[in-house]
């Protein structure tokens, strides 16, 4: 049947196509280089200067599981002390480079914890090195979904190191909310 035969198929097909096509573009798209890249630089250079190991690095990252999640900040990891964030957003922790990090996110925000003192902390930086690989089942990265495993995780490294260290956030959004705001990019344009 053509079109002109059938305008209701021929209405329903655009509002479909026009749906879908909404969807595809509500997904968060990185800026191009060479504005991605200045921003980048500055961004890891903030961090580099301000952050400390130990301190929580929320993210927004680019990508369909970020998408998907539909929030304001998907991962949380910890700065370790060789500068890269451990994190737990898949079924084994990952270690990522600060830039690589910083490259792939939409908006990058820095945590230090108000529950722990400098030394606590840093220990915490230490020890998030070695759960590398492991899976997030053993380490405390429990949670219904990704976000909220990655931000269970980064909690679980401070009660390793110190027991008594408590916070609440149960998803990367809530992670600002458990202590000082080191450093906050805002979102690329």
Same mark, same amino acid.
């Given at each position: 049947?053509?079109?002109?035969?059938?305008?209701?198929?021929?209405?329903?097909?655009?509002?479909?196509?026009?749906?879908?096509?909404?969807?595809?573009?509500?997904?968060?798209?990185?800026?191009?280089?060479?504005?991605?890249?200045?921003?980048?630089?500055?961004?890891?250079?903030?961090?580099?200067?301000?952050?400390?190991?130990?301190?929580?690095?929320?993210?927004?990252?680019?990508?369909?599981?970020?998408?998907?999640?539909?929030?304001?900040?998907? +991962?949380?990891?910890?700065? !370790?002390?060789?500068? *890269?964030?451990?994190? %737990?957003? /898949?079924?084994? #922790?990952?270690?990522?480079?600060?830039?690589?990090?910083?490259?792939?996110?939409?908006?990058?925000?820095?945590?230090?914890? +108000?529950?722990?003192?400098? !030394?606590?902390?840093? *220990?915490?930086?230490? %020890?998030? /090195?070695?759960? #590398?690989?492991?899976?997030?089942?053993?380490?405390?990265?429990?949670?219904?979904?990704?976000?909220?495993?990655?931000?269970?995780?980064?909690?679980?490294?401070?009660?390793?190191?110190?027991?008594?260290?408590?916070?609440?956030?149960?998803?990367?959004?809530?992670?600002?909310?458990?202590?000082?705001?080191?450093?906050?990019?805002?979102?690329?344009?």
């Amino acid at each position: 049947m053509s079109p002109s035969k059938s305008p209701g198929r021929f209405v329903w097909l655009i509002f479909v196509l026009v749906l879908l096509g909404t969807a595809c573009s509500s997904a968060l798209k990185p800026p191009k280089d060479p504005l991605r890249a200045r921003q980048t630089e500055r961004w890891v250079a903030a961090v580099t200067r301000d952050a400390m190991p130990g301190d929580l690095i929320a993210t927004r990252r680019y990508g369909e599981v970020d998408d998907a999640l539909e929030l304001g900040l998907t +991962r949380v990891g910890v700065l !370790d002390a060789q500068g *890269r964030i451990i994190e %737990a957003f /898949g079924p084994v #922790v990952t270690a990522t480079l600060l830039r690589d990090l910083v490259h792939g996110s939409h908006r990058v925000v820095v945590v230090r914890p +108000r529950f722990v003192d400098d !030394d606590i902390r840093e *220990r915490a930086g230490k %020890a998030a /090195g070695a759960y #590398v690989d492991q899976s997030t089942s053993t380490v405390g990265g429990i949670g219904e979904s990704a976000a909220e495993r990655t931000a269970a995780f980064a909690l679980a490294v401070y009660r390793a190191v110190h027991p008594p260290a408590s916070a609440s956030a149960r998803l990367p959004i809530e992670i600002p909310d458990v202590g000082a705001l080191v450093f906050d990019s805002g979102t690329r344009f």
